[in-house]
């Protein structure tokens, strides 16, 4: 074989792998394009009574242009971390044997199907909040329970489930400030956090407000204590976070992000601080809400101080600038006068 034989064969079964390469990489990559799935809503509520039946549905959008078959699958979660994620775990117990929906349905193009389920609650089943995810996928779920979030397209709702009864609820807030608990700053934004510890057997979302009031008991600012409508599970602690973004405006503040953390200049500062101004002593007074069978409240108050030290040394240099510029007038207008009154008695 020559050498010319050699390399047009070379040639041909590279070109061979890599349009199975290629083809390999559409089959994965255009399901997750092709098929966008939307769900709604994406938390359900529900809670019924032990030996009962309660049903509902869920909307699943298909955004391609073609039909396409959902599977079905149903997960138990629980709280990770304090952030309020959700953690997916592959038990077969709780709410996960109680539900029942249609294994698999066809979603026309460019529209949306409902899936009908149930949830049947054991005649045993303890007082409680329980929780799990309702799934559908554009590939079927692996037999050994994992998710299959590597191929095809994959959404979910979360469902939160109360089984009736005499549920024990029991709360504390262990913390609440300023990260670091810091004490003393120049400008605003400033951010706020709370950690919020359900130790009770339902799920329970604390409501209310983080006051702001000045040195003279005024309040200034009125910001909401869980603008994300967040709730705490079981067992679990979760951490809560709003800013105080502006002075001035309505007491009542909006949803905040806390801003982007900036290194600014001495000049830059000190302009923020003018713009945006904020001067002494405050407290922050945390007032909760919460019980889902009874009305119950928590309470926290945290002390800091606003120090606009770059607007207030230019305001100091300034005045001593006035002071001292005054003063060089002042004598040399007294001077001034002076030596007009020493001409007319020489004069005279």
Do not use: C
Not at 74 to 88: D, I, L, R
Not at 257 to 276: D, I, Q, R, W
Request: avoid cysteine; charge should be positive.
């Amino acid at each position: 074989m020559t050498l010319k034989h050699l390399s047009r064969n070379l040639i041909g079964r590279v070109g061979a792998y890599l349009a199975v390469l290629l083809a390999s990489v559409s089959l994965l990559v255009t399901p997750l394009l092709a098929k966008a799935l939307i769900i709604s809503p994406l938390q359900i509520d529900l809670a019924s009574d032990p030996g009962t039946t309660i049903g509902s549905t869920f909307s699943v959008y298909d955004d391609s242009d073609a039909p396409v078959t959902l599977y079905t699958q149903v997960q138990n979660f629980e709280a990770q971390g304090e952030e309020g994620n959700p953690k997916f775990v592959n038990t077969k117990d709780g709410l996960v044997s109680w539900v029942s929906m249609p294994a698999s349905v066809v979603a026309p193009a460019r529209s949306d199907v409902k899936i009908p389920f149930t949830v049947a609650v054991p005649k045993n089943a303890e007082p409680s909040g329980y929780f799990a995810g309702l799934f559908t996928s554009t590939t079927p779920p692996a037999t050994d329970g994992s998710t299959n979030v590597s191929l095809g397209n994959r959404v979910g709702a979360l469902l939160l489930f109360r089984a009736n009864g005499d549920i024990s609820e029991g709360i504390s807030i262990l913390e609440f400030g300023t990260p670091g608990l810091q004490h003393l700053f120049s400008m605003l934004p400033i951010d706020f956090y709370y950690r919020f510890q359900n130790s009770g057997a339902d799920r329970i979302q604390p409501l209310g407000d983080l006051i702001i009031k000045n040195t003279f008991g005024f309040t200034t600012r009125i910001l909401n204590a869980n603008q994300v409508n967040g709730n705490v599970l079981p067992n679990s602690i979760r951490r809560f976070e709003t800013a105080w973004v502006a002075a001035g405006g309505n007491l009542n503040q909006p949803a905040a992000v806390m801003p982007e953390v900036k290194h600014l200049g001495f000049f830059s500062a000190a302009k923020t601080e003018l713009t945006n101004f904020a001067f002494g002593m405050y407290t922050a007074h945390l007032n909760l809400a919460y019980g889902n069978v009874t009305a119950k409240s928590a309470t926290a108050d945290f002390t800091f101080f606003v120090f606009p030290w770059q607007l207030i040394l230019i305001i100091v240099i300034l005045l001593l600038i006035i002071f001292f510029s005054l003063r060089f007038f002042m004598k040399r207008y007294n001077r001034y006068i002076i030596e007009q009154a020493n001409k007319a008695r020489q004069v005279r």
